[in-house]
């Protein structure tokens, strides 16, 4: 399990600090962001912190609908979803790699949906967070 960049931080992390905490991975968050915003019309961002233990995530919205949490790593981060049934019957059905549908398949449910977590740390991660957003978005 990656820890949370910013377990312990009592403030919202700065531009600064998670450029620090991502590394290299910065480039990918924000090339994300920007296909998010840009692709699924998801382009409200609000940060919390539900304990410090779990640190800080963003939440990235279409209106006021959550789409995903974006968690900030030590050099890459995290990408969670909430699925409805669904959008994880469609996520199975919508081409994604085996890897992603077999994380599917074995992620927990809850009241909220199936709980989905990739891990994002290569340009073609993206691609993916990005496809089950639509997926979400469409249902």
Not at 46 to 56: I, L, Q, V
Not at 121 to 128: G, L, N, T
Request: aromatic content about 6%; some cysteine.
């Amino acid at each position: 399990m990656l820890a949370n960049a910013f377990v312990d931080k009592p403030k919202k992390p700065t531009d600064a600090e998670l450029t620090a905490a991502l590394g290299p991975a910065k480039a990918l968050w924000d090339q994300l962001l920007a296909g998010l915003a840009e692709r699924c019309n998801a382009g409200d961002r609000e940060w919390s912190s539900y304990s410090r233990k779990a640190g800080w995530s963003l939440r990235v919205k279409h209106k006021q609908r959550v789409i995903l949490y974006l968690s900030p790593c030590r050099g890459c981060f995290r990408a969670s979803f909430a699925l409805g049934d669904k959008a994880v019957q469609a996520a199975r059905q919508s081409g994604l790699p085996a890897s992603v549908v077999k994380i599917i398949d074995q992620a927990k449910r809850y009241a909220e949906g199936t709980a989905v977590r990739i891990e994002v740390k290569a340009a073609k991660d993206i691609a993916v967070v990005e496809r089950l957003a639509a997926v979400k978005l469409e249902n």
